[in-house]
């Protein structure tokens, strides 16, 4: 499959990554693992305080970063003065709530929120995470399903990057329950590289995708064959620019997975919890908090950056684009006539 980027989805690719196309980017959109905290410190929810961590967050991890992944409930309105406007914006689209059947989770957008209103507000990328796994019902499918696809279909007429996040979620008949946005220690590796065939064709407009450790990451040995196969397996699934999630991994085993997947092909990481939930763990104490920051998180994502630089590959490198991705669709003065309006 070859794939063509059009100015628009080009543009925000190099936005999100850095001179050499790697993506660096961190997350601050996670809603429920930093809600359940300030929950139970205030009894009640608390606005303020989840913007402020947000906030915090964004000032702290920004330098390091290519590219920030915004919510827009509280990171974006408490942190909008400052994000820096010369790294790359994407923009949570789906709800952090979901239902769940007990054989599958209904994924959703943000309510009176939507791929133009992330476009008109200067966004790089959407991101969308959707629960999947293959053995789930008849029903949930094709809801994910849809729900994939319409994305796919409203970033390709607003000309922005779809970022397309996959986890594998428990079901009512397996041992491990949760409903956080952790990984599953039981989890199948042949769930993981299904779902991510699943949505690996043309129809569902994904242009990255954003994808857990095939095996469970806490742990993690590296030097292992077998493991490795399984890394390039999904890289071969995903048939375009990839990069990794923590999903609340150890700040060492998210090095070794990442490792395995710059092996297999994945141009970077999007990650949140490895590189700040230390720091975060201190609250409601925001001096230990920044503390924490500076003395931990910081220096991760440099340890981080510098792995990318030496083993990742370029995003516009990946063979779906023919060799070269960052080549204009068509670089002659008739380019306008081809170029769709919305």
């Known amino acids: 499959m070859t794939l063509h980027l059009t100015p628009g989805k080009q543009l925000g690719f190099r936005r999100m990554a850095d001179a050499a196309g790697r993506f660096k980017m961190t997350a601050v959109d996670q ?9 139970a410190h205030h009894g009640k929810p ?35 003065q400052v ?8 923009v949570t689209l789906e709800d952090s709530l979901f239902r769940d059947t007990g054989q599958g989770r209904f994924s959703a957008e943000i309510d009176d929120w939507s791929v133009g209103k992330i476009k008109r507000m200067g966004g790089d990328a959407v991101k969308v995470l959707a629960w999947y796994r293959p053995d789930i019902s008849d029903d949930v499918r094709k809801a994910q399903h849809d729900f994939v696809k319409r994305t796919g279909e409203a970033c390709a007429k607003y000309d922005i990057p779809f970022l397309f996040e996959l986890l594998v979620h428990p079901v009512e008949t397996d041992a491990e329950q ?5 990984e599953m220690a039981t989890k199948h590796s042949d769930h ?54 923590s999903a609340g991994a150890g700040k060492p085993d998210f090095k070794t997975v990442l490792d395995y997947a710059y092996a297999a092909g994945a141009s970077g990481f999007l990650a949140g919890r490895a590189i700040w939930l230390d720091a975060f763990n201190a609250y409601p104490d925001w001096d230990a908090m920044q503390a924490g920051l500076t003395r931990d998180s910081v220096p991760y994502m440099a340890e981080l950056n ?11 490198r990946h063979a779906c684009y023919g060799g070269d991705g960052s080549a204009f669709i068509d670089p002659t003065a008739g380019f306008r006539h081809g170029y769709g309006d919305i």
């Open 31 to 39: 809603r429920p693992p930093i809600k359940t905290p300030v929950e």
């Open 46 to 80: 608390d606005w303020d305080d989840m913007a402020r961590v947000k906030t915090m967050l964004l000032e702290a991890l920004q330098p390091s970063s290519t590219a920030m992944l915004l919510d827009p409930h509280y990171a974006i309105p408490h942190g909008w």
């Open 83 to 90: 994000f820096d406007p010369r790294k790359g914006l994407i």
């Open 178 to 182: 949760t409903s956080e946005y952790t």
């Open 192 to 245: 993981v590289l299904a779902s991510v065939e699943a949505f690996a064709g043309a129809d569902y407009g994904v242009d990255v995708f954003k994808l857990e450790s095939p095996v469970p990451a806490k742990g993690i040995a590296g030097g292992e064959a077998a493991v490795q196969t399984l890394f390039d397996e999904m890289g071969k699934l995903a048939a375009r620019p990839w990069v990794m999630l």
């Open 306 to 316: 510098a792995l990318t630089d030496a083993q990742a590959t370029p995003w516009h």
